[in-house]
């Protein structure tokens, strides 16, 4: 892959589709693939909202469009031969939540504020259980993640009000 490549895609679990710099893409439970674009503003639609983003060379890019309204973020993308980076998205309305894993009774990544993400690497191959955890208690079921060396996978929290559920899916570049 080109170092100066720049990819973005789209979290939107109200669209099935988006359109991101002109590329009409479908989404799996919500969570596009990432797409090749060229650096410099990007224009991205997802149902009825519509964003612009600056798009740096060689970097990745989330927009999650919620009923709040569009947030960017910038995903720091790893490439470690032995491990997996795991990407926790927060977009309940709670703060500071953690991804937590029941068997090694440790928290993978901690804290992540509402409308933020945090990541991790973690080794692979590993069959692994997580929760996702606020002041020590479970927010929804947990749930398996089948790791692999040099994947990225994603995890997004949504809802509010006592509600709350995961979404996680594989991280992967839309192939033409």
């Not at 469009?65 to 960017?72: D, E, K, L, N, Q």
């Not at 990544?109 to 990541?119: F, H, L, R, T, W």
């Not at 997580?130 to 020590?136: A, H, L, M, T, Y």
Request: no cysteine.
């Amino acid at each position: 892959m080109d170092p100066m490549a720049s990819f973005v895609r789209v979290v939107s679990l109200e669209a099935p589709a988006s359109v991101i710099g002109g590329t009409s893409v479908n989404s799996q439970q919500g969570i596009s693939p990432y797409v090749n674009v060229e650096p410099g503003k990007v224009e991205i639609s997802a149902g009825t909202r519509s964003s612009r983003v600056d798009v740096e060379p060689g970097s990745f890019y989330t927009l999650a469009v919620t009923a709040s309204g569009a947030r960017v973020f910038k995903d720091d993308v790893k490439n470690d031969p032995a491990k997996a980076q795991v990407y926790l998205y927060n977009l309940s309305d709670l703060d500071g939540v953690d991804l937590f894993v029941p068997a090694a009774k440790v928290a993978a990544v901690e804290a992540v504020p509402s409308g933020s993400s945090k990541d991790v690497a973690l080794r692979a191959p590993l069959s692994l259980a997580f929760e996702i955890r606020k002041d020590g208690r479970a927010l929804a079921p947990p749930f398996t993640i089948d790791l692999k060396r040099r994947s990225g996978y994603t995890v997004i929290l949504s809802g509010t009000a006592g509600k709350y559920g995961p979404v996680v899916v594989e991280n992967n570049l839309l192939q033409p």
